[in-house]
């Protein structure tokens, strides 16, 4: 089957900044796909090449099979919602939703419904005649996706949709984004700084990193099985510890006075391991993943606390304490954490 | 399409400014003669003349007229600042009433200066509203020569140019960050130093640009020292009138309006250095 | 600060008080009176000044709000390009220069052309309005430039991938949202217009007298009632104009 979306070796470059350099990867039909990465890791400009804002200048963007190589913006079937939402200040709710449906020439009484239609659909009801200035935040945003729906795009781009909304009202409106998502069947790519809201949403996520895509994969392969040490920093904090391989599939670490044993044999090369904070154990060792430390300091998280245990070798261990397992050990107690095989994940480059 | 609209203005201004300014160069290295227009270019086979800026360099009258315009445009810029300084602040200051103010202080420039210089010039003659309230309230039996005076020209410049010089100060004014001076208290300085030490060198920048503001077009004014300035103010725009328009001396007043400029592009280029800073 | 606004007030307001005064000596009261208006009223070479100010005035406005319109755009949204440097100089010239320099350059400039081409045949209306609109043009292209300037660029790219070709997006997007700053290059280069007398009297023959023009040599002799009746009436036209724009403004916010 032909993929909604099919990048292959997008490459980009401001001057001496290259902005992508050789992003390949598919989107299928109704799929949604997160776009994860810090500032400068080129998601952004990926989102504009994909829309027609940016040329790029080798490689290939093609939609439903067709190359969308020198199709202008206004002649692509595709939206985007961007993330100033830059809703038209002098045109009210009705009218900005309007907007695109009249670039198509559609007949007025199809326009009508359609833009009441997208209204129902995003709760909008009593808002059809004001400016985006009198809406609040999470009005505007919905305005946004409405009047990017409307038109009914093979691909809908969304560049940060949550990035302006408040804490409160971010993770409701990510599982409406969600609901939306699923009820239109568009393929929606999202770009986000924000991890979490990568995770939550998308039925995959591509991790960037100056301009590369180091990562692809479903949210909790990406966030179980990091492949490198900025994709295992990046998702939930994990701790990264380097050694060399004993030759026996393990790694030596000196610096946390331990043997890391992964559960399939370390492969060829790799010289470091990511460990999450929360599949580390306090506690008696349980197999021989184990090490001794001393509680540095303890900070409480509400469901969990965050300890930090200086190990024998020195390394410094972000461990994750759940609550249900009582009250986390004082500042200066020695303890014993251990893992299991499989939460040593080997990190390529 | 593109490369079109580039072109209208590009045409425009390449005649109605850059064509313009270079004749008035090729002007003040001309020779004067009898007939329409007085003078005859350097192709028209007198060659080169080079007495024009000779002349501005040598004789005492327009080097004075050069030095005292500067001085004059100085002063003026000066007290302009001095109003200027604490209205800008108080009206950033001013909460809700800010838009107001603003538009109070800028409203004169719309109403024209010649009507303002008009309201002076009727405030301060011999017969004038001021010197009639002096006389009625018995401190003067003569009236005091207040009317074509250094001081009337002053006041007048001044009262034309504060708009021009609050602007500035009163944008720079609303971007403080009004904790800054908070925090400056907070750790022990008194309100004058907090000010004197935290919000005047974040003004710094836009006062310079004030002052410039107000500097380069006062340095070629004509209608106010000719209004309500005395005879012998010999600044640069009345000297450039003089000679153009009574001497007819086209090749001189254009080479005051190359010394003028000359003068004036170190100060326009700093102005436009601070603009593209803030 | 109080005081600064009474410097900048007090003039104008006495201004328009003594000008409902019977005295023929300026700025004493007679007895009010309206003499001074009716006296304005049949000053035919005054009337026609304050006409031919108000066609000078309007043209080179409009002419000024379409170059300068140009220029901010070319300025704003088009990038780096050749001549950039050089067209954001010679735009920002005429704000910078001194008016004696600028309205001397334009003279020579008219006066050579003339010379070479026959056209403008002597110096008049049209010079002047050349004039004011090389000045208004300066000024309509900062306000246009920097209104451009700010984020509206989202706007017109969203209108884009909306399905609006950069043509459509132009005129229901950018044009709509810069409204507002072309009247105010207009209205701003209108009032230069009305308020030069320096441009003018370089630029004018005898044939091309402004009302300003007018003014200034009527108050070289002196202040006169008459004066001040002309200023109140200026004073009120400023104001209603004004007026209306803040209407126009508010209306569209």
């Known amino acids: 089957m032909t993929p909604r979306l099919s990048l292959r070796g997008v490459t980009r470059h401001f001057g001496t900044v290259t902005a992508l350099d050789g992003v390949s990867l598919d989107v299928a039909a109704g799929e949604f796909l997160a776009l994860l990465g810090g500032s400068g890791s080129g998601k952004s400009t990926l989102l504009r090449v994909v829309a027609g804002f940016e040329a790029a200048d080798s490689g290939s963007v093609h939609l439903d099979g067709a190359d969308l190589a020198g199709v202008p913006p206004h002649r692509r079937p595709v939206n985007m919602m961007f993330q100033s939402y830059a809703l038209f200040p002098h045109m009210n709710v009705t009218a900005n939703i309007a907007y695109g449906l009249k670039r198509e020439g559609r007949p007025r009484a199809e326009i009508a419904e359609r833009v009441a239609q997208a209204i129902a659909m995003l709760r909008l009801e009593g808002m059809e005649s004001r400016r985006p200035d009198a809406l609040s935040g999470g009005q505007r945003q919905r305005v946004a996706l409405a009047r990017a729906l409307v038109k009914r795009p093979r691909l809908l781009l969304l560049d940060e949709p949550l990035g302006a909304l408040d804490a409160n009202l971010r993770e409701r409106t990510g599982f409406e984004l969600r609901a939306i998502q699923r009820e239109s069947g568009a393929a929606f790519v999202m770009v986000t700084h924000d991890q979490s809201e990568a995770l939550a949403l998308a039925d995959r996520v591509a991790v960037m990193d100056r301009g590369r895509l180091v990562q692809l994969g479903a949210p909790r392969e990406v966030y179980d099985r990091p492949a490198t040490r900025f994709v295992a920093e990046f998702l939930g904090a994990a701790n990264v510890l380097e050694g060399r391989s004993t030759g026996g599939g393990a790694l030596e670490c000196p610096a946390a006075a331990c043997i890391l ?46 300890l930090l245990v200086r190990l024998a070798g020195g390394a410094l261990l972000r461990v994750s304490h759940a609550e249900e397992d009582g009250a986390p050990p004082e500042r200066g107690t020695p303890v014993r954490v251990s893992w299991d095989a499989d939460a040593v994940v080997p990190l390529l480059g | 399409m593109r490369f079109a609209l580039r072109l209208i203005p590009g045409f425009w201004l390449a005649l109605l400014v850059a064509a313009p300014l270079a004749l008035v160069g090729l002007m003040a290295l001309s020779w004067q003669a009898e007939g329409v227009p007085p003078y005859a270019p350097p192709w028209a086979g007198a060659g080169i003349n080079p007495d024009n800026l000779r002349l501005l360099a040598e004789d005492p009258y327009y080097r004075d007229a050069l030095l005292q315009s500067l001085a004059v445009a100085g002063a003026t810029a000066a007290l302009c600042l001095l109003l200027a300084v604490p209205m800008g602040i108080a009206i950033a200051r001013a909460g809700r009433w800010r838009e107001v103010l603003l538009a109070t202080v800028l409203l004169p420039f719309w109403t024209g200066f010649l009507i303002r210089i008009g309201a002076w010039i009727g405030l301060l003659r011999d017969e004038g509203w001021i010197n009639s309230l002096l006389r009625a309230l018995g401190w003067t039996d003569q009236p005091l020569p207040l009317l074509y005076t250094d001081g009337a020209m002053l006041l007048g410049m001044v009262h034309a ?18 904790l800054l001076e908070q925090a400056a208290e907070d750790l022990g300085a008194t309100p004058r ?13 836009s006062l310079a640009a004030a002052f410039l503001l107000v500097f380069i077009p006062a340095a070629g004014e004509y209608v106010i020292p000719e209004l309500l300035g005395p005879p012998d103010a010999t600044l640069v725009g009345r000297v450039l009138f003089q000679e153009f328009f009574q001497s007819r001396d086209w090749p001189v007043a254009s080479a005051l309006a190359v010394a003028l400029l000359a003068l004036l592009i170190g100060p326009i280029i700093l102005f436009q250095r601070l603009g593209r800073a803030a | 600060m109080w005081a600064g606004i009474g410097f900048l007030w007090l003039p104008v307001i006495l201004l328009v008080g003594y000008a409902f005064s019977a005295d023929p000596v300026p700025f004493h009261w007679g007895g009010f009176s309206l003499r001074w208006f009716a006296a304005l009223a049949a000053n035919e070479r005054l009337l026609e000044a304050a006409w031919l100010s108000l066609r000078v005035a309007a043209g080179s406005a409009t002419l000024a709000m379409l170059l300068g319109g140009a220029t901010g755009w070319v300025l704003a949204r088009h990038g780096p390009f050749a001549g950039r440097a050089l067209l954001g100089g010679l735009a920002g010239a005429p704000l910078v220069l001194p008016e004696v320099v600028t309205g001397l350059s334009l003279l020579l400039f008219f006066v050579t052309l003339e010379g070479a081409t026959g056209w403008p045949a002597g110096r008049g209306a049209l010079t002047v309005l050349l004039a004011h609109a090389t000045l208004g ?4 292209a900062v306000v246009i430039q920097s209104r451009l300037a ?31 700053a072309l009247a105010a290059g207009w209205l701003l280069a209108f009032t230069l217009s009305l308020d030069d007398v320096v441009l003018a009297s370089f630029t004018s023959g005898p044939a091309g007298t402004t009302l300003p023009v007018a003014l200034f040599s009527m108050l070289r002799l002196g202040m006169t009632p008459e004066v001040n009746a002309l200023a109140t009436l200026l004073l ?7 007026a209306l724009l803040g209407l126009l403004l508010r209306r569209r916010a």
């Open chain 3, 150 to 180: 700010s984020r509206d660029r989202d706007l017109e790219e969203a209108a884009q991938d909306l399905g609006a070709s950069p043509a459509t997006a132009f005129v229901t997007i950018t044009l709509p949202l810069m409204a507002p």
């Open chain 2, 161 to 178: 140019y504060l708009p021009f010089a609050v602007l500035p100060v009163f944008a720079a004014a609303t971007r403080l960050d009004p």
């Open chain 3, 137 to 140: 043009t300066a000024y309509a």
């Open chain 3, 236 to 242: 009120l036209a400023a104001g209603l104009a004004l």
């Open chain 1, 261 to 306: 044993r992964p559960a399939a044999p370390l492969p060829e090369g790799a010289t470091a391991i990511a460990l999450r904070p929360e599949r580390i154990r306090l506690g008696p060792a349980i197999g021989d993943n184990t090490a001794a430390g001393t509680v540095e300091e303890a900070a409480f998280r509400g469901e969990s606390s965050l």
């Open chain 2, 193 to 205: 130093r907090a000010f004197l030490s935290i919000t005047l060198p974040q003004l710094l920048p």
